[in-house]
């Protein structure tokens, strides 16, 4: 019986005979996303859904689909997707990364361009038939400073265009190696550094707990008189109210805003204002973009539905049905040994070394790469896949070396990470056993055999009496619980770390008080996904 799929949004017809020429059924209801109802009784007729921004992938859609296996987004955003109840029930997630990079890419330049030269305004004046001449001074963007705040797949096009148009572009981007800001022709600095320098600033870094409200009035008020503000990226990454009162002061010349806090916008203080360009989140919206996405998750699900081919997948790896019973547990431990060294590691990655041991080294190691590199960068880049990690890394300029061996020690096989920065160097390694959980076996070059929790506290001090008890004291002056907790040390008086196992994530400001202790080197608070398939 052959497989068939629902498309619920507005997708290429092309996209469509995609689906019929692989062999898949698919019925092509473009408005039915926006009938919850109706979705919601027909969903358990199919095997897959395709699906743009209006259908929402809810848990209780889930949970009436059945026999869906996969839900394909044409786009990169997810957001209208349940991600972890599609992982639950085994349904795979994909979307297409890439294929809108360039578009979103341009509509920043054009804002940028729409801005420096006031041309909606001007147009609506003489359109009117007020030939304002005086009126509408612009700037020249020629010999200007672009600052790019994100220079992943989407900032590196934008800063590669803005150094063709003889900008001297400056960028801020935690994993952009120097390497790679000096093949983009562009100069990498910090963001303070950023604001102080640039006459343009266009965001293009994902949402997450770092980026939320990136752009507020304290870095506002470390820019130039007369900046101008592009955000193509996400609505949250500017506090709107801060930039509004800054456009009415003249502090910040003008804004391009194709992205709010809250969409659809039809109502915003932004409206209105002559030196707002806003535009309804066009950044993906153009003719090839579009074609190609719907394309591209076509031809996605088609192979997945069909030969059981797996990529651009959010939740699951790029693994054969053959292989993923052994696989499968190893692409959690890489996931954990990436996340490990992404929480604890602030400054800058520039190499990253991947050792496989014994048993490890005869998998699919590109898997447990892109598994071990997903980790790695998810706390800068949430929305980061298996599939997406090596590219985002590459252009980042980190250089990825892959190393195998034969089985070196007592353990029949296990994976090693280091990464390197200009400051300092990090090691973590794991196996898994027979129970197919990850665990910790060094740290630091510090042997221990931890089991990886979902909230944890990670310190290194000088090996010395009285660390456990300070840790207890701290916690249990605080209402802190620990559930557990291992220690490991190199030598007696030397280099030693501890483990605690916590029921909640680690407060704050009980945090700052065991940092303050002059005997913790380092306090580190973790977060893994310890349910997660």
């Known amino acids: 019986m052959a497989p068939r799929v629902l498309v619920s949004d507005k997708l290429s017809p092309t996209a469509v005979q995609i689906f019929k020429d692989r062999g898949v ?28 921004s209006a259908t929402k992938v809810t848990e209780k859609l889930i949970a009436a689909a059945t026999n869906l296996k996969v839900v394909g987004r044409a786009g990169i955003g997810v957001d209208n997707v349940d991600i972890p109840a599609a992982s639950r029930k085994g349904i795979i997630v994909m979307n297409t990364p890439f294929g809108n990079s360039i578009t979103t890419a341009e509509h920043a330049i054009a804002l940028m361009f ?53 900008m001297h572009v400056v960028a801020f981007d935690p994993f952009l190696s120097e390497g790679r800001a000096e093949e983009l022709g562009v100069q990498k600095v910090e963001l303070d550094e950023l604001l102080a320098r640039s006459d343009f600033i266009t965001l293009h870094t994902p949402m997450t707990d770092k980026t939320r409200n990136i752009i507020n009035a304290e870095a506002i008020a470390k820019m130039k008189d007369g900046v101008r503000i592009i955000n193509c990226a996400r609505g949250g990454l500017i506090v709107e109210a801060d930039l509004i009162a800054a456009l009415k002061s003249g502090k910040v010349a003008g804004a391009g805003i194709d992205v709010f806090e809250v969409e659809p916008a039809t109502d915003s203080p932004f409206f209105g204002m002559p030196n707002v360009v806003a535009t309804p989140h066009l950044g993906a919206s153009t003719t090839e973009a579009q074609e190609n996405v719907a394309l591209q998750i076509a031809e996605q699900m088609a192979d997945y539905l069909v030969k059981g081919a797996v990529s651009n997948a959010i939740n699951m790896p790029s693994i054969t049905a053959e292989e993923a019973p052994r696989l499968k547990p190893f692409v959690k431990l890489a996931e954990v040994l ?58 980042r300029g980190i ?19 280091t990464v390197k920065t200009d400051k300092q160097t990090r090691s973590i390694a794991g196996t898994c056993f027979s129970d197919h959980k990850p665990r910790f076996i060094q740290i630091k070059g510090i042997n221990l055999d931890a089991e990886v929790g979902q909230h944890m506290l990670y310190t290194t001090n000088a090996d010395a009496p009285g660390i456990i008890g300070l840790l207890g004291t701290v916690c249990g002056e605080n209402g802190v619980n620990i559930a557990n907790f291992q220690l490991g040390r190199n030598r007696p008086g030397g280099d030693a770390i501890a483990l605690l196992y916590l029921d909640a994530p680690f407060p704050e400001n009980v945090l700052a008080q065991v940092r303050a202790h002059k005997s913790i080197v380092s306090a580190k608070p973790l977060h893994f996904d310890v349910n997660a398939s």
């Open 399 to 417: 250089i990825v070396a892959e190393v195998k061996r034969d089985k070196s020690g007592v353990f029949d096989g296990y994976i090693k990470l």
């Open 338 to 395: 990436g996340a490990f060294v992404g929480q604890v590691t602030e400054d800058p990655i520039e190499e990253v070394e991947i050792l496989f041991d014994g048993s490890t080294a005869t998998m699919n190691t590109r898997a447990l790469i892109s598994a071990a590199l997903a980790g790695l960068i998810r706390p800068q880049v949430s929305d980061v896949n298996m599939v997406s990690a090596p590219i985002m890394v590459k252009e």
């Open 25 to 52: 059924e698919v019925d092509y209801l473009p408005d039915l996303g926006k009938d919850k109802d109706k979705l919601l009784e027909v969903i358990h007729q199919y095997d897959g859904l395709a699906i743009r």
């Open 114 to 166: 729409a801005l420096a030269r006031e041309l909606p305004e001007a147009n609506s004046s003489t359109h009117a038939g007020k030939w304002e001449k005086n009126r509408f001074m612009g700037v020249e963007i020629t010999g200007k400073t672009l600052g790019v705040i994100g220079c992943g797949n989407i900032g590196s096009i934008v800063a590669m265009r803005g150094v063709g148009l003889k």
